[in-house]
């Protein structure tokens, strides 16, 4: 089979690093579908205006290693990146065919002079430029599973960091960024194999480098922002 991109994802991270672990989990985190110009028809989004929430199947296109083999075994972040779990039970970006499933909040439909109809979403863990496959609505009644187990999801709960951010960076990032930016970081943007207190990180966000550090203490400092 032979896919190709319908759209493409229009996100405040031009890397991949920093991008929240699964969709949803920061919902002040806004994006725009921008369809690619064979797709842009109004009427392939008819009705879509009725739903509040969307699936996107996307390519992880920030993880090309090209010659690999797959592995068959990864290390999930949520277990400290130290336990081998198969790949099929996990949903690690690391995968035979590089895949992702993502569940998304509809904020609006809009109607643009050169980009044709777009989505605006909340909740997405894509980074800029990712190419989408596949949209379809996502449907309550069938979709929806309370009380389903969730493996090694529901014995370990996922530890935040305390946040020190300096009242005179926050100027640099509207007000919806800001909200954004500040759960991401909570949530422990570093690789989980990295734990030195006296590095300094980068992540690019919104136009931004924004520095930080992380005490044993599990407090992130953000040292400095610089524009891009």
Known sequence: ???????????????????????????????????????????ALRGLEEFDYLWLVWGFSGNVREGEEWSPTVRPPLLGGNVAMGVFATRSPFR?????????????????????????????????????????????????????????VDQKEWETLQ???????????????????????????RPQYQNTPDRVYGMPFAGCDVRFKVSQERVLTVVDVIPL
């Open 1 to 43: 089979m032979n896919i190709s991109p319908i759209a493409h994802f229009h996100s405040s991270f031009p890397t991949k690093f920093g991008i929240p672990r699964q969709s949803g989990i920061v919902e002040e985190l806004c994006g725009t579908i921008v369809f690619e110009p064979h797709y842009r028809n109004p009427d």
């Open 96 to 152: 035979p065919n590089g895949l992702g499933l993502s569940s998304v909040k509809i904020l609006s439909i809009e109607s643009t002079a050169d980009k044709g109809v777009v989505i605006n979403v909340a909740g997405a863990d894509l980074m800029h430029g990712t190419p989408i496959y596949d949209i379809k609505p996502y449907v309550a009644y069938c979709d929806a599973h309370p009380g389903a187990r969730s493996g090694f």
């Open 163 to 189: 946040v020190v951010f300096p009242r005179e960076y926050e100027s640099r990032f509207s007000s919806q960024e800001l909200k954004a930016l500040l759960k991401v970081l909570a949530l422990d943007p």
